[in-house]
């Protein structure tokens, strides 16, 4: 519906006060969900609705939705949608005191601060989606394990939007344990945790494939607090996850069939190189300098106890760095394999301490891993390259 035919009308009545940090936390949360280029005008806007000392905030891509909430003084309910990231940025410069917003007609929104006056170009409210309501929780998953399960496998998702069953990963919920995994084809992703779930409703395993924007807007939501729990629910099309603060992310799931990436795991890499991550990635960030700037490829060339690292270019030469490295297998024989260099420094990015490099042959995926872990178990699988 085009706005402009409702242009007189007036706005529902809507006025309340607020303290200028509460507001500006919860819209800076939800400037990650807000469509920016869009052909939609409303996808651009935030909903503000005022209700019984609480001001909610909604923003949607028709995707992805969030809707947060702060404390205010309502005098009077109704809601508005302004354009959010003008609302956000006006918020900013404002000084540290009490905000005040009342509706106007034609949809205007009125914002006074102190002895400052604004006014914003609204849309009527009835052109904002309607978001699905959640059904009755049916988990509650430990904040700080979600967050640690998608920073080690959201990077592993496809950017090819033809690859629509890539482009997000699968979660994995169960009675006694969690996992997550994501691949792009080129290289798997794999992050496994025990965890005993005690909520009645999850009583058999739970599938849901997680398109990557809300993967990367769940890690930005999780907060720091350990004990903190996450609830998870689904309906046939979305999920819905409760974070504190009752901020509420709903996502539509991706629809396909995920690929069985069991059957790509390893099973006969036995040999075995131990080396720290920190001294690997910084060796690989040197060598890359040189490195041929379409296929990003390095050489890896164990020998007994060392490892050789190489690039080469026409274009800008070459490079060559040899570490120490700790044996962990029986198997010595020379090897030289290649990989993209910006797929072993995205899983050293996740990573600290020792790391275990698992290989059969030149032309076999590779498995590295963490050699301590904690209460995850990670696997990260990469094919090699042709150089």
Request: with cysteine; aromatic share 6%.
């Amino acid at each position: 519906m085009d706005p402009g035919t409702k242009k007189s009308q007036s706005s529902e009545a809507m006025e309340f006060s607020t303290k200028k940090i509460d507001l500006l936390e919860e819209l800076t949360a939800a400037q990650g969900v807000v469509e920016r280029k869009t052909t939609i005008p409303i996808l651009s806007h935030v909903l503000l609705e005022a209700d019984e000392g609480r001001l909610a905030l909604t923003t949607t891509d028709l995707e992805l939705s969030l809707r947060t909430q702060c404390a205010a003084q309502v005098k009077k309910q109704g809601s508005a949608t302004v354009p959010a990231k003008k609302l956000l940025d006006l918020i900013r410069l404002l000084p540290d005191e009490e905000i005040r917003f009342r509706a106007q007609e034609n949809f205007w929104v009125q914002v006074i601060c102190e002895r400052k006056t604004y006014r914003l170009v609204g849309l009527a409210k009835e052109n904002f989606p309607a978001l699905p309501e959640p059904p009755p929780v049916l988990a509650r998953v430990p904040a700080r394990l979600l967050a640690d399960l998608v920073v080690r496998t959201v990077f592993a998702i496809a950017s090819e939007e033809t690859r629509y069953t890539l482009n997000g990963a699968l979660l994995i919920l169960r009675p006694e344990g969690i996992t997550a995994v994501a691949t792009d084809g080129h290289r798997l992703a794999l992050a496994e945790a025990g965890h005993k779930f005690t909520d009645p409703a999850l009583r058999e395993e739970v599938r849901v494939l997680i398109p990557r924007k809300a993967l990367l807007e769940i890690s930005r939501l999780v907060p720091a607090d350990e004990d903190a729990s996450v609830e998870f629910t689904r309906d046939t099309n979305h999920i819905f996850l409760r974070f504190a603060g009752d901020r509420q992310l709903i996502a539509r799931l991706l629809t396909g069939q995920f690929p069985n990436y069991e059957a790509v795991l390893p099973r006969e890499n036995h040999r075995v190189t131990v080396i720290d991550s920190g001294e690997f990635a910084a060796a690989l960030r040197r060598v890359a300098q040189l490195a041929d700037l379409r296929s990003q490829a390095v050489k890896l060339a164990f020998r007994a106890d060392e490892m050789e690292i190489s690039a080469s270019s026409p274009e800008y030469g070459e490079a060559s760095e040899v570490l120490p490295v700790e044996p962990a297998s029986k198997v010595r024989d020379p090897l030289t394999i290649g990989f993209n260099v910006n797929y072993l420094l995205d899983f050293l990015g996740v990573v600290s301490g020792a790391i275990r490099i698992e290989l059969k042959d030149e032309q076999s995926a590779a498995e590295l891993r963490p050699v301590e872990e904690d209460r995850l178990r990670y696997r990260y699988i990469v094919m090699p390259m042709r150089i």
